[in-house]
């Protein structure tokens, strides 16, 4: 059977990509990575992909005069690589409307809280502002809206009296390299559907029971 061919979109150090490419090493995984592309130069990312011999390409967003036109060189890219799912791994720019209604329903992204909560950036001292019990991260479709569309996959974090937004980061970001690769293997085993603005998985199996923070003695 054919593997679901990625797009994995950066713009740094790219620890969400390593995890993606880790998941693609396993023989069993159905997808693979065919391009990685960062829109700035440099990004500590592309050294992972060509570490692992995967096609790496840079497409520097200040050499566009729109963004629309960043856009279309990124569309031209990923096409001639057989793009069929692109995955947003920190990568750093608002895309078009142009360019999430081309790659609709076939672009993913990763966001370090529990959405619709805590959107854009800074949201571990968002979370701790706002004195909530947990935070986490989601992978979601992409829609024109930052940090919007149907939810495919979440994890859940407590957040502990004494946490700073770093503390809260790196137990988030444990969890979001866990489950990317799981969000991807959903979409490759053709489990998803999306009705009305919600991600439907087949065969589902769901947590039973539930947490508190803080306990109580």
Not at 176 to 189: D, F, M, T
Request: aromatic share 6%.
């Amino acid at each position: 059977m054919a593997k679901l061919k990625l797009a994995v979109l950066i713009s740094g150090r790219g620890s969400n990509l390593q995890s993606l490419i880790d998941a693609c090493s396993e023989p069993s995984f159905p997808a693979e990575i065919g391009i990685v592309i960062s829109n700035r130069p440099g990004a500590a990312g592309l050294l992972r992909a060509q570490k692992s011999a995967i096609p790496t390409h840079c497409i520097d967003h200040k050499l566009f005069g729109t963004r629309a036109e960043f856009d279309a060189e990124m569309t031209k890219a990923m096409e001639a690589a057989g793009t069929e799912l692109v995955c947003l791994a920190g990568f750093m720019r608002l895309l078009s409307d142009e360019f999430c209604a081309h790659w609709l329903d076939r672009m993913i992204n990763i966001h370090p809280s529990l959405l619709p909560s805590f959107k854009g950036l800074n949201v571990q001292q968002a979370a701790l502002d706002a004195g909530v019990r947990f935070s986490g991260c989601t992978v979601h479709y992409v829609r024109p809206e930052m940090d919007c569309g149907p939810v495919i996959i979440q994890a859940v974090v407590p957040i502990s009296a004494d946490d700073t937004a770093n503390d809260l980061a790196k137990r988030i970001l444990t969890e979001e390299h866990k489950i990317y690769p799981e969000a991807v293997r959903l979409i490759a085993e053709k489990r998803i559907f999306i009705k009305g603005e919600k991600a439907v998985i087949a065969t589902q199996n769901t947590p039973v029971g539930s947490m508190r923070n803080p306990t109580v003695e």
